[in-house]
């Protein structure tokens, strides 16, 4: 009886612990408590970023929502790990391959998924303001099928030009 307390006590107490960990490690956002910023600027300027788990430019795993303005492009690209993708709000067009065309372009509206793999080569524009969710594994990079449309390239050569 006394070795059957001692256990329940420990079983007990170890629930307890659990519990009390597992809170400390829950971190919960409303819409009004995502704090945005600007997109980095591997991303055409006009749309903004929030980062909800993680670091995305580090390796491990990250989540973090795009905000884009009606009419944003982003040009054909591809990542370098797999990339998850929801459809929070607005409409998200996306088309596959290596020349941006509005005409081969589908179109997800609020609630749906994708994911790619590293070498899907495809391209995405807003209609409307839309918000999307992005989840993997870092470091999240982005890598543009043509180099002159990667806005990276762009800034830097404006400040040499200064």
Do not use: C
């Amino acid at each position: 009886m006394k070795r059957t307390l001692i256990l329940l006590s420990v079983l007990l107490t170890g629930l307890t612990l659990s519990a009390q960990k597992s809170t400390e490690h829950v971190k919960t956002y409303t819409p009004d408590a995502i704090q945005w910023g600007s997109a980095p600027d591997a991303l055409p300027q006009g749309a903004q970023l929030a980062v909800l788990e993680g670091n995305p430019m580090k390796p491990g795993p990250y989540t973090m929502r795009l905000k884009m303005p009606d009419g944003y492009k982003i040009p054909p690209h591809h990542h370098a790990r797999r990339e998850h993708v929801t459809v929070i709000s607005g409409l998200f067009k996306v088309g596959m391959g290596d020349q941006f065309d509005e005409g081969k372009m589908n179109e997800f509206a609020p609630g749906s998924f994708a994911y790619l793999e590293p070498t899907v080569h495809h391209y995405a524009s807003a209609k409307g303001e839309t918000v999307i969710q992005l989840h993997g594994t870092g470091p999240w990079e982005i890598r543009y099928v043509n180099p002159t449309d990667d806005p990276r390239k762009g800034a830097a050569s404006a400040k040499k030009k200064k």
